[in-house]
């Protein structure tokens, strides 16, 4: 049987003859092997193996999935279980395939909704101050300014309903000499422009000087007969912000002490200082206002405001 051999016929043409049909055809035999028997089974039993193996594992993971998938609903949708979860104990929550399933649904949940909120954080920001690339300096805006002495008293406008603000504003700042300075920013009847949006660091000092009352402690108690109460003044001072889009100033920021009227010959000195942050946009001005302008001392070293772009 192994020696068996199967010959096939073909047909060829001769060189100089062109008759198909006739006596110049040759026949030529070939003689081919016939493969054994038993590697014939042999590889048709390999390959109905891989098949049937194939097919079998295609249907564990499908049977896995589908079970896997049924499981996960179920946590879900299962309140009764996920009470039971939640009596059971620490260690086996963590070998519990429904604990496992919500709390990376849970950790998924939160991280979309951290990402989202970082997201609309960034775009409210970027409405607000500008978006800078990567290594990009800051523009150098800062002032600063100091009180010059006044020939006349400021005038009062403390009256909240018409002017929109308390206190009397300070217009005499020094910009130009001395201490002070302005540097991309503009000094405009005492108010600060702000020349582009971003995070400023604003700070304001006032100092006060209050006259003595002249009377001492030893004659106030001849002439009453017993101790006067001590009369004080309050001092205070406010950062106000003017917007372009709104008719009324914005209070930043405000600083207050009570001082109390000095007996004797020599003056009070009292002092209020504030510092703070906040977001501007261009064309906003800045102004200080305090309760008693003709008592404010106009010393450049003593009374003085400024702003800078910080980010």
Not at 127 to 147: F, N, Q
Request: hydrophobic share 35%; proline share 5%.
């Amino acid at each position: 049987m192994l020696n068996e051999q199967r010959p096939v016929l073909f047909w060829m043409r001769t060189a100089d003859g062109k008759d198909w049909k006739s006596k110049h055809r040759r026949k030529i035999i070939i003689f081919l092997h016939k493969p054994p028997a038993s590697l014939e089974y042999s590889v048709l039993l390999q390959t109905i193996a891989v098949a049937i193996s194939f097919i079998y594992f295609n249907k564990v993971l499908n049977t896995m999935q589908e079970s896997f998938s049924r499981s996960s609903v179920s946590c879900l949708i299962n309140t009764d279980q996920q009470s039971q979860l939640e009596r059971s104990v620490a260690e086996d929550k963590k070998n519990n395939p429904c604990w496992q399933v919500t709390q990376q649904l849970h950790y998924h949940i939160e991280k979309t909704m951290a990402e989202r909120f970082q997201k609309e954080m960034r775009n409210k920001l970027t409405g607000v101050r500008p978006i800078l690339s990567p290594g990009a300096p800051l523009s150098k805006v800062a002032a600063h300014v100091t009180g010059v002495s006044a020939t006349k008293s400021p005038i009062a406008e403390s009256t909240w309903s018409s002017r929109g603000f308390l206190g009397e504003r300070i217009r005499a700042w020094e910009g130009q000499r001395g201490l002070s300075f302005l540097q991309n920013m503009e000094l405009r009847g005492g108010e600060l422009l702000v020349p582009t949006a971003g995070l400023y660091y604003i700070y304001a000092q006032t100092y006060f000087k209050i006259p003595s009352t002249g009377d001492t402690e030893a004659e106030t108690k001849e002439e009453t007969g017993e101790t006067k109460e001590e009369e004080g003044a309050l001092l205070v001072q406010y950062i106000y912000k003017k917007m372009s889009s709104y008719t009324v100033p914005i209070l930043l920021m405000k600083s207050s002490r009570s001082a109390c009227w000095p007996r004797g010959q020599e003056p009070g000195l009292f002092s209020l200082h504030q510092a703070g942050t906040a977001f501007l946009q261009p064309a906003d001005r800045l102004f200080i206002t305090v309760s008693n302008a003709s008592a404010m001392e106009t010393d450049g070293r003593a009374s003085y405001f400024g702003a800078f772009l910080v980010g």
